[in-house]
Nanobody, 126 residues
Framework: VQLQASGGGVVQAGGSLRVSCAASGRTFSSYAMGWFRQAPGKEREFVASISWSGGSTSYVDSVKGRFTISRDNAKNTVFLQMNSLKPEDTAIYFC????????????????????WGQGTQVTVSS
């Protein structure tokens, strides 16, 4: 599967942004999906994951209550809605996919994923 992330940009602190990840292939609905981010000078970190059906999600503590991951299997797309953005959310955001029915809370490490998108830059100004 090939992944294409989009929707990044520059937003003021407290604002909102939605990033998307479009996937190729007919079996998108069989893949669990995740979002990771990498800030300058830092390692890539887990942000959120969603099950193949969309029925289960998992988040890193720092974004709980602010970010929402969702998917539209009919459109082969996964979304990350980001609200109440903070300057520390500034990073390149990557989407990832893995063919599994594991629950999203088991999919918080980069090593769990087989496919990665190219990333989209999100910058939050203070």
């Amino acid at each position: 599967v090939q992944l294409q992330a989009s929707g990044g940009g520059v937003v003021q602190a407290g604002g909102s942004l939605r990033v998307s990840c479009a996937a190729s292939g007919r079996t998108f609905s069989s893949y669990a999906m995740g979002w990771f981010r990498q800030a300058p000078g830092k390692e890539r970190e887990f942000v959120a994951s969603i099950s193949w059906s969309g029925g289960s999600t998992s988040y890193v503590d720092s974004v709980k209550g602010r970010f929402t991951i969702s998917r539209d299997n009919a459109k082969n797309t996964v979304f990350l809605q980001m609200n109440s953005l903070k300057p520390e959310d500034t990073a390149i955001y990557f989407c990832a996919a893995v063919l599994t029915h594991l629950f999203p809370n088991r999919l918080q490490r980069q090593e769990e994923y087989d496919y990665w998108g190219q990333g989209t830059q999100v910058t939050v100004s203070s």
